[in-house]
């Protein structure tokens, strides 16, 4: 079965930093892909950041980069400038590229950035 | 264009009492997906429609949850005799096609039992 682990409940971080949320998943398939989402207190779910099993290259878009390191079944999320707009819950999703089209998520994040 | 919407956004029930929630995806998307996201946690998946076709339904919590999308666009949730259990967000979220990999999520509908 799959899992996804995010071990920071919260991480508080200055404007204009770099920020890294952890990852880390289990699971038995070759092929997965792993996705990061922002949830603000309006409640939407807002896709980031998308990185297939078998990509080498690291997934950027913008100012959202994906540290994956497979050996380790890690996917960290590094935002560099945080803004105060950041501030949200953020979850690390996974799912099985054959079969179910479902997502797997963690428990989440919650990022606070600090004027 | 439009995205994902829901209504209602917010649901007050007593509890034993039906509710429907409803889902409209943005036109066209092939899949579509309900989720239940508890407070405090992480969405967990429901079920799961291609087209009018209903492929998984193997998270849905028990027989008092029933979901439809009877001409492949918009999909209904419905939870019969609600417990406080089932206090919730439910997200629904819809994907172009088959292959695609990204899931377009809407508001949610809060529901609150009491």
């Known amino acids: 079965a799959q899992k996804i682990t995010q071990t920071q409940p919260g991480m508080f971080v200055q404007e204009k930093e770099a920020v890294t949320l952890d990852c880390t998943y289990d699971?038995?398939?070759?092929?997965?892909?792993l996705f990061w989402y922002k949830q603000p207190s309006s409640g939407e779910m807002i896709f980031l950041i998308y990185q297939g099993s078998y990509d080498e290259q690291n997934a950027t878009e913008g100012r959202y980069s994906l540290n994956f390191q497979k050996a380790r079944k890690s996917a960290n999320l590094v935002i560099s400038a945080s803004q105060l707009g950041d501030s949200a819950m953020y979850f690390c999703a996974m799912r099985e590229s054959q079969g179910a089209q479902k997502l797997v998520f963690g428990q989440g994040t919650r990022l606070t950035i600090n004027p | 264009g439009a995205g994902v919407s829901q209504s209602p956004r917010y649901k007050v029930a007593k509890r034993g009492q039906d509710v429907a929630l409803r889902c409209d995806p943005i036109?066209?998307?092939?899949?579509l997906f309900w989720y239940q996201q508890a407070l405090g946690q992480g969405p967990e998946f429901l079920t799961y429609f291609q087209n009018e076709a209903q492929l998984d339904k193997s998270g849905l919590p028990s027989d008092r949850f029933f979901a439809e999308r009877p001409e492949g666009s918009v999909s209904t949730l419905k939870i019969q005799r609600t417990q406080q259990e089932d206090s919730a967000v439910y997200l629904c979220?819809?994907?172009?096609?088959?292959?695609?990999?990204?899931?377009?999520f809407g508001p949610g509908t809060r529901l609150t039992v009491t």
């Open positions: 036109s066209g998307h092939v899949s």
């Open positions: 699971t038995s398939d070759q092929s997965y892909g």
């Open positions: 979220a819809s994907t172009a096609h088959i292959s695609s990999y990204e899931q377009y």
